[in-house]
């Protein structure tokens, strides 16, 4: 009887017209259509295995998933459309990969080993940057020999040019690992420096940039790591810089550099002339540049990210070889760490501007470009809110009715697990303050001065040659070596 009833079975379902994507019900659904259209976009990708003229690696500091998904749904919302289904650029890029960003000693990482994973292809301590896991924080000593051969090293040796681009200073740990090695990532000027390690030999990150680095175009902030305690700012005069040796690195660096251009501010910045061939050092702030919102307000005028981006390409496609430039949205980080969910987002799709200017610039059958996140943050997106929803918001449910706490209260779309934005007592009331200002602090649950990092993976995304190596899951520090074989193609 069984055997009866599975054979009936089975000739029905061979019996049956053939299914395929167009003759499925759904085949007419707009959902449906779009993917399909995704998916031909996909299978018309094609891997390119040419040598690498050019690299650019794009890295959106603390740009956790919950960073781009929220960033995504603010920047479709801000431009009035439909903030959820919002292609980015970054989202565009054809290949991508997951990424783990633990350190050689920690769960959760800074900004200073993993910075020195992508740009040495090795995993390190925390608060370490440009030296390997032998090296013991603070231990000039120890970080003897230690020292790593970074991309930028890597590019110089094939006569390619380099840059580095940031939103921060540029001694601060993210730039710092594309030119320094040093056991103490605060190290970012002398004055930071125990006499003890200086007479063991320990250089600061400021003097490595000047001394050692020969990056043919630095552009960021950090203006009084270079300065002395004597020097005056340009732009506040009444602010002095932080070095006690006595040394004007900026002066150092013209001297080293006669055919060179330092420049802090806008005028400087517009002045200069892209086919010029000499090095241009950018120092546009005296500690790390300005919010991207708070940027038309600085006294002396300073570039956005995608405007430097695009100053720096000009200037570097001109060098015969190629080159490798690095370029950090540093900023998005710092706004997480003072809990300000929106100023992070609002750095995140200028770092979406710049992406969009480099690809625009660029020639991507010769051009890798990567953008991936040092490291993560502890942002949630939680609640159930309805589509369209404002990501600022408080959450309203798909039948409009506000979603309420325990506690009676409203609650926001987004908030933090730990930080400033931690209440003493009962929590404030939402629906009392507006949340969608970009100064609004969100809420967090654990007190502390400083949000921290978060330790899950990052996302990788890339378009250009080889990029097609990038998938799945994948260490921190493949980065590295998927952009050198990118630039000197080898078998394994």
């Not at 080993?113 to 603070?138: E, F, W, Y």
């Not at 006669?258 to 000499?278: E, L, S, V």
């Not at 706004?335 to 480099?358: M, P, S």
């Not at 609640?383 to 506690?407: A, E, F, K, Q």
Request: hydrophobic share 40%.
């Amino acid at each position: 009887m069984l055997k009866s009833a599975a054979s009936v079975l089975v000739l029905s379902l061979l019996a049956a017209p053939a299914v395929s994507a167009q003759t499925v019900p759904q085949s007419q659904d707009s959902y449906f259509q779009a993917a399909r259209a995704e998916l031909a976009t996909r299978m018309a990708v094609q891997p390119n295995t040419h040598r690498a003229r050019n690299v650019i690696l794009f890295i959106g500091d603390g740009m956790g998933i919950n960073t781009l998904t929220a960033a995504r749904i603010y920047q479709g919302q801000q431009a009035g459309g439909d903030g959820e289904s919002t292609v980015t650029t970054i989202d565009s890029l054809p290949y991508s990969a997951l990424v783990r960003t633990y350190a050689h000693d920690a769960q959760v990482s800074d900004s200073a080993p993993t910075a020195t994973a992508l740009m040495s292809g090795i995993k390190t301590r925390n608060d370490v940057i440009g030296v390997n896991q032998n090296a013991r924080v603070s231990d000039c000593a120890s970080a003897r020999g230690t020292e790593t051969a970074t991309l930028l090293d890597f590019a110089r040796s094939s006569g390619r040019a380099t840059g580095v681009v940031s939103t921060a200073r540029l001694t601060h740990a993210t730039p710092a690992a594309t030119y320094a090695h040093t056991p103490n990532r605060d190290w970012e000027n002398d004055s930071e420096i125990p006499a003890e390690a200086k007479a063991e030999g320990c250089i600061d990150i400021a003097r490595q940039l000047v001394e050692g680095a020969s990056i043919d175009v630095a552009m960021g902030g950090g203006r009084a790591q270079f300065l002395t305690t004597t020097t005056a700012d340009p732009e506040d005069p009444e602010r002095r810089g932080f070095r006690t040796d006595g040394q004007d690195l900026t002066q150092a660096w013209q001297a080293r550099h006669p055919d060179g251009r330092y420049i802090w501010n806008r005028a400087g910045f517009d002045a200069i002339d892209p086919a010029q061939t000499g090095p241009v050092l950018g120092l546009f702030e005296r500690d790390h540049m300005e919010f991207e919102v708070q940027r038309a307000a600085d006294a002396g005028g300073e570039p956005s990210l995608s405007e430097m981006t695009a100053k720096a390409i000009r200037l570097l496609q001109a060098r015969p070889e190629g080159y490798v430039l690095v370029i950090e949205a540093g900023r998005i980080d710092h706004a997480h760490h003072i809990g300000l969910a929106g100023i992070a987002l609002d750095e995140t799709v200028e770092l979406n501007r710049a992406v969009r200017t480099a690809l625009d610039a660029v020639d991507l059958s010769d051009t890798l470009v990567v953008v991936t996140a040092d490291h993560s943050h502890n942002l949630s997106i939680v609640g159930y809110p309805r589509r369209g929803n404002p990501i600022l918001g408080t959450v309203v449910d798909v039948d409009g009715v506000p979603m309420l706490g325990t506690d009676g209260k409203p609650y926001t779309t987004l908030s933090y697990a730990n930080g400033p934005g931690a209440e003493d007592g009962a929590r404030v009331d939402p629906s009392t303050v507006d949340t969608r200002r970009l100064d609004y602090e969100q809420p967090a649950l654990v007190p502390l001065r400083s949000a921290s990092h978060g330790g899950e993976d990052v996302a990788v995304k890339a378009i250009g040659p080889w990029a097609h190596l990038f998938g799945g899951t994948i260490e921190q520090n493949l980065i590295y070596h998927i952009m050198v074989q990118a630039l000197e193609p080898a078998q394994p």
